[in-house]
């Protein structure tokens, strides 16, 4: 890599693609990182397929931004904080151990900005677990220090028609969406690609130290 770029990590997700795209449109060079090939990616990108295991031999020289939208496969009631001992172990390798070592390795070698999906509710002494280690997450990546930090957090996430679970979750949320008002409106649900433009406008406008998006910074996108 010979010039400063952006790493997408996450860009086979629901959102990561979503945010892949927006990049994509906005003809924004991005180093797209994933397990496997990634569909339709945009001229602007190239791929990078890793085994998440093997971090440490993957060169993340000359990456200026970050953009941490990687997660474990979960179902809504996961989501909720109903998980199993063996799918918590799963979760937190992903959601956080990865995401971490990535965001530490890619700020040791120059990169200056972090973009961090993370979700309404994150507090690291929440009891729902789900929430718990995003809380954990966030807390991780603001002692780095990038220069910027930007952190949003998103509700429900809608769009997902690939999934019966989530398009009936879609349905509930549009339901519960018509009585969140005033401070409860942060916990609105959000489309998928409103989200994504807003992650990477918010991101492109760097701002220096720690900056928190929520639900009122995503709806007019």
């Given at each position: 890599?010979?010039?400063?770029?952006?790493?997408?990590?996450?860009?086979?997700?629901?959102?990561?693609?979503?945010?892949?795209?927006?990049?994509?449109?906005?003809?924004?060079?991005?180093?797209?990182?994933?397990?496997?090939?990634?569909?339709?990616?945009?001229?602007?990108?190239?791929?990078?397929?890793?085994?998440?295991?093997?971090?440490?031999?993957?060169?993340?020289?000359?990456?200026?931004?970050?953009?941490?939208?990687?997660?474990?496969?979960?179902?809504?009631?996961?989501?909720?904080?109903?998980?199993?001992?063996?799918?918590?172990?799963?979760?937190?390798?992903?959601?956080?151990?990865?995401?971490?070592?990535?965001?530490?390795?890619?700020?040791?070698?120059?990169?200056?900005?972090?973009?961090?999906?993370?979700?309404?509710?994150?507090?690291?002494?929440?009891?729902?677990?789900?929430l718990k280690t995003k809380g954990?997450l966030e807390e991780e990546i603001?002692?780095?220090?990038?220069?910027?930090?930007?952190?949003?957090?998103?509700?429900?996430?809608?769009?997902?028609?690939?999934?019966?679970?989530?398009?009936?979750?879609d349905l509930i949320s549009l339901?519960?969406?018509?009585?969140?008002?005033?401070?409860?409106?942060?916990?609105?649900?959000?489309?998928?690609?409103?989200?994504?433009?807003?992650?990477?406008?918010?991101?492109?406008?760097?701002?220096?130290?720690?900056?928190?998006?929520?639900?009122?910074?995503?709806?007019?996108?």
């Amino acid at each position: 890599m010979s010039k400063k770029i952006n790493l997408l990590v996450g860009s086979t997700g629901f959102l990561g693609n979503e945010i892949l795209k927006e990049l994509g449109i906005k003809n924004i060079s991005t180093i797209a990182l994933a397990r496997r090939p990634i569909p339709n990616l945009p001229d602007s990108a190239k791929e990078l397929i890793i085994d998440f295991n093997h971090l440490k031999s993957v060169d993340f020289s000359n990456i200026d931004h970050v953009y941490l939208s990687l997660g474990y496969p979960l179902y809504f009631h996961n989501v909720m904080g109903f998980m199993s001992p063996s799918l918590k172990k799963k979760f937190f390798q992903v959601d956080f151990t990865y995401q971490l070592e990535i965001a530490k390795k890619t700020k040791e070698l120059g990169a200056k900005s972090i973009s961090l999906i993370s979700a309404i509710g994150a507090d690291s002494n929440s009891w729902n677990y789900y929430l718990k280690t995003k809380g954990m997450l966030e807390e991780e990546i603001i002692k780095l220090e990038f220069s910027s930090t930007n952190i949003f957090r998103p509700g429900h996430l809608m769009g997902n028609k690939k999934r019966l679970d989530i398009v009936l979750a879609d349905l509930i949320s549009l339901i519960f969406d018509l009585v969140l008002r005033g401070p409860l409106e942060k916990f609105r649900s959000i489309s998928v690609k409103k989200l994504s433009k807003s992650i990477v406008s918010s991101s492109i406008d760097y701002k220096t130290g720690i900056c928190v998006y929520e639900f009122k910074d995503f709806k007019n996108f």
